[in-house]
């Protein structure tokens, strides 16, 4: 089945750590993304690509980084610059319509 | 930058009634998608609306698109409790990505 496969589901980070959360895809799509949902709140873009070896910058990108080599695969780093980096992230892909999300990764800073 | 507007922000209704949800655009969108998530789960695609004044059924869910092409509405009628989730409208910036609005959470009591 084609889909999008995000880990770790729960992933725990310590202050002044970078961790690397993994988005892979399946389904061909040129177009991905990344977004961070906070409790109750609605999904702000990180980061975006449309084609292998090109990103960029969305709404909320201050702390974060992303690579692009292959087109299955969009991998999303949380730096230590990124202040307040506990959220729900998901990855999403999709040329048109609508957007395929993965089951996303939830961060936690202990 | 684009914004999208979501009311309400909460609505709890008994299991029976209708549900609607409104989405303010700051500015004409090409078209408009409407996602689900479900509590702990992530967004899913449900519908495109393109055209001016369209109207689309799925079901008991009724989607409006204003004929501006500013506004939208997603229309539940009698709700049932697997109608239970957030739901986002989303709208596209230059480069295709979707901004998405504040959601509507729906609690639907038995």
């Known amino acids: 089945d084609g889909g999008i496969t995000q880990s770790p589901k729960y992933l725990f980070r310590k202050e002044g750590q970078n961790v690397t959360l993994s988005c892979e895809q399946n389904l061909n799509h040129d177009a991905m993304y990344w977004y961070r949902q906070d409790p109750g709140q609605g999904l702000r873009l990180i980061y975006y690509s449309q084609i292998v070896n090109d990103f960029q910058k969305g709404d909320i990108a201050e702390g974060y980084s992303v690579s692009r080599e292959k087109k299955e695969s969009f991998p999303l780093t949380v730096t230590s610059a990124q202040k307040n980096p506990t959220a729900f992230y998901l990855c999403?892909?999709?040329?048109?319509?609508?957007?395929?999300f993965g089951s996303g990764t939830r961060l936690t800073v202990v | 930058g684009q914004q999208v507007m979501q009311i309400p922000q909460y609505q709890h209704v008994q299991e029976g009634e209708d549900f609607t949800t409104y989405c303010n655009s700051s500015?004409?969108?090409?078209?408009i998608q409407w996602y689900k998530q479900r509590p702990g789960g992530h967004p899913v695609f449900l519908i495109q609306?393109?055209?001016?004044?369209e109207v689309k059924k799925q079901k008991r869910l009724t989607f409006q698109f204003g004929e501006a092409k500013k506004n939208s509405s997603l229309h539940i009628t009698a709700t049932q409790t697997t109608d239970v989730g957030t739901y986002f409208c989303a709208g596209p910036g230059s480069a295709r990505q979707l901004t998405f609005g504040s959601g509507t959470q729906l609690t639907v009591l038995p």
């Open positions: 500015t004409t969108l090409s078209n």
């Open positions: 999403a892909s999709g040329d048109s319509p609508g957007y395929t």
């Open positions: 609306l393109v055209k001016s004044g």
